[in-house]
C-alpha cells in the first residue's frame, strides 16, 4: 500500500509482509518515499517474540535461540550470554569482500530485510524492527561490501554489516565518503539497538541481497524491455521490412503468450508508419530471421521476464530465515520453533541465471539487426551509412561496441547456480550462489542498455535515408534520440552518445513520455 503523508506530498511505503511490491522497494531504494510498519503487521511480530521470550525464561534448548550456529548447533549456551552471541555472531559473520554496495541496492536490501521480518515468523524484538525504519527514514545508509554471500544460510556476510551498523558499529556510506556509523548516528541525535536472543541471527539470515539486485534489475528490464520492442519495430522500418509474420492469426497458430504479445506491441508501435504502407507491394518474400522471427525471441525474452517479476513479489514478501516461529499460544512448546531452509536462494538463482541467458538472445538479435542496416549489399542504404563512404566509417564501429558488450553478455549468461561449495563443516553442504546470479543479472542489464543503445542510434541514422516517414511512437523515438544524438554530417567519436542512450532506455523514463504523446502500448 502506497499512500500520501499526512506531513508532506512524500509517499510512504507501508512494510506488512505481504503486499509489498518491486514498484515500492524502488521507490524506497531511490529514496521517494519513506517507510512504516503497518499497524496489521504488529500482532504477528509480538507473537513470534513472546515464543522467544517463553524459551529463554524456561530454559529450553532452541536451535537459533541459545545454541550455537551452523556446525556448533550442539553447544548450549548460557542465559547471560545470549546477547553476547548475538553480538559475535554479527561481529564474526561481517567479512564481505568487494566494492561497497550503492546506497540504492542498500536501502532496497534494508526494506526487502524489514518486510521480511514484518511477516511475523522470525521472534525478531520489534526495538530491531523500528531500528531499520528509523536508518530508512533518517538516511543511514550502512556501508556494505558487495561479494560474500553464498546464497544459502541466507546473505550472511553482506546482512551482518547491516546488522552491524544498526548496533552502532561498522561503517555507513554518507556523500560518497565512508565514516564510522557512530559518528553518523552522533550527529543525527540517534542510537544504536541492543540485540536480544535470537535478534542477530534474524537480521542476517535471509535472501535479502540477491533479492534487492533482483528488483534492481527487474526495475530497469520493466522499461528497457518495452522500448526494446520499440527499437525493433524503428529497425524494421529502416530496414523495410514487413509486418505480416506479426499477424494475430500467427501467433493464435503458436499460443505462447510472450510472442504473442510482441506481435501486438509491433502492430500498435508501427500503426500510421507510412514506409510500412508504401513497399506492401513489394517483390520481398521474407526477411531476415532477425526481424521475422522477432516475437519469438522477444516474446521468449519477456516471458522470462513475466517470471522474474512473479518470483519477486513472491520471495519479497517471504520469510526467509531460520529458524522460523509458528506461535500456538493454546499449545506452547519447542515446535513452536521449526528449522528449514527457506533462506536457500534456488529459486532466486534460477530464475535470474535464466533472465541473465534471456538478456543474451535479445542483445545477440539485436546485434544481428545492427549488421542488416550497416551492409549496403543487403540494406540498399550508404555502406556503415556514412555521407561518404571510403573517406569515412559512419557507424561501422558502433557495431564492434555492440559486439563487445554483446561478448559481455555471453559470459554472463553462463548460470553462476552450476557451481556450490560445501561450508561450515559439510553442514551446509549445497549452496545457491544467489546473491552471484541477481549481481549478475544486474550488471547484465546494463550491458544490453548498451547493445540495444547500439541498435537505437543505427536505426535512427538508416531512416535518415527513409523517402516516408515511421509511425509516431517511432519518430517519437527518433526524436527523443536527436536530442542527445543528431544525425551524422561527418564522422565524429559517438561514444558518450552511445552510453547516454544506454542509460536512458534503462532509466530515463522515455517509455512514460512515448506512451504519454502516442499512446500506450500493450502489456
Not at 414 to 433: I, K
Not at 473 to 482: A, E, S
Amino acid at each position: 500500500f502506497v499512500g500520501g503523508s499526512d506531513m508532506s506530498d512524500e509517499q510512504v511505503v507501508f512494510a506488512d509482509g505481504s503486499t509489498l511490491s518491486p514498484q515500492e522497494v524502488m521507490m524506497v531504494a531511490k529514496q521517494r518515499a519513506t517507510v512504516a510498519v503497518s499497524e496489521n503487521a504488529w500482532p504477528a511480530i509480538h507473537a513470534a517474540r513472546g515464543v522467544v521470550d517463553r524459551i529463554v525464561s524456561t530454559g529450553e534448548t532452541v536451535y537459533g535461540i541459545n545454541t550455537g550456529f551452523g556446525a556448533l548447533v550442539q553447544e548450549r549456551i548460557s542465559s547471560e550470554d545470549l546477547a553476547q552471541l548475538q553480538l559475535n555472531l554479527v561481529r564474526s559473520h561481517a567479512t564481505a569482500l568487494g566494492e561497497y554496495m550503492s546506497v540504492e541496492a542498500v536501502r532496497a536490501m534494508m526494506l526487502i530485510r524489514l518486510n521480511s521480518l514484518c511477516k511475523g515468523h522470525s521472534g525478531i524484538h520489534p526495538d530491531c524492527i523500528r531500528q531499520l525504519v528509523v536508518y530508512l527514514n533518517h538516511h543511514v545508509h550502512p556501508a556494505v561490501p558487495r561479494i560474500g554471500s553464498l546464497g544459502a544460510s541466507g546473505d550472511l556476510a553482506p546482512l551482518s554489516h547491516l546488522a552491524l551498523a544498526l548496533i552502532g558499529e561498522g561503517t555507513v556510506l554518507e556523500n560518497g565518503n565512508v565514516r564510522p556509523t557512530a559518528d553518523a548516528l552522533f550527529d543525527k541525535g540517534l542510537v544504536p539497538v541492543e540485540l536480544t536472543a535470537k535478534d542477530g541471527l534474524s537480521l542476517i539470515n535471509g535472501t535479502s541481497q540477491m533479492t534487492a539486485y533482483s528488483a534492481l534489475a527487474q526495475q530497469e528490464l520493466s522499461e528497457l524491455l518495452m522500448l526494446s520492442d520499440v527499437v525493433l519495430a524503428a529497425s524494421m522500418d529502416a530496414r523495410s521490412c514487413s509486418l505480416t509474420p506479426s499477424r494475430e492469426e500467427v501467433h493464435q497458430a503458436r499460443p505462447h503468450p510472450g510472442q504473442a504479445l510482441v506481435a501486438q506491441r509491433l502492430r500498435t508501435i508501427l500503426s500510421g508508419s507510412d514506409i510500412l504502407d508504401s513497399h506492401e507491394d513489394c517483390d520481398r518474400v521474407q526477411d531476415p530471421y532477425s526481424f521475422r522471427c522477432a516475437p519469438q525471441v522477444h516474446g521468449a525474452v519477456y516471458e522470462s521476464y513475466m517470471r522474474l517479476g512473479d518470483m519477486l513479489h513472491r520471495e519479497i514478501n517471504s520469510a526467509t530465515d531460520n529458524p522460523l516461529i509458528f506461535p500456538e499460544p493454546d499449545n506452547p512448546g519447542s515446535h513452536e520453533v521449526v528449522s528449514q531452509g527457506n533462506f536457500h536462494g534456488e529459486i532466486v538463482a534460477l530464475t535470474c541465471d535464466a533472465m541473465s541467458l534471456a538478456l543474451f538472445e535479445l542483445g545477440s538479435i539485436s546485434e544481428r539487426r545492427m549488421d542488416q542496416m550497416l551492409d549496403p549489399t543487403r540494406s540498399g542504404l550508404p555502406a556503415f551509412l556514412a555521407s561518404n563512404s571510403g573517406l569515412e566509417s559512419g557507424l561501422m564501429i558502433v557495431q564492434y561496441a555492440a559486439g563487445s558488450s554483446l561478448s559481455e553478455l555471453h559470459g554472463q549468461c553462463t548460470p553462476r547456480t552450476a557451481f556450490s561449495t560445501s561450508t561450515s563443516a559439510g553442514q551446509e553442504d549445497h549452496v545457491s550462489m544467489g546473491a552471484t546470479a541477481a549481481w549478475n543479472l544486474y550488471t547484465g542489464v546494463e550491458r544490453l542498455s548498451e547493445v540495444l543503445a547500439c541498435e537505437l542510434l543505427i536505426a535512427c541514422e538508416a531512416l535518415e535515408h527513409a523517402a516516408h516517414r515511421s509511425s509516431p511512437h517511432v519518430n517519437g523515438l527518433v526524436q527523443l534520440v536527436r536530442s542527445v544524438s543528431p544525425r551524422l554530417d561527418g564522422d565524429r567519436s559517438t561514444s558518450e552518445e552511445l552510453r547516454t542512450l544506454a542509460y536512458t532506455l534503462r532509466t530515463g523514463g522515455w517509455l512514460a513520455r512515448l506512451e504519454a504523446e502516442h499512446g500506450r502500448l500493450p502489456r
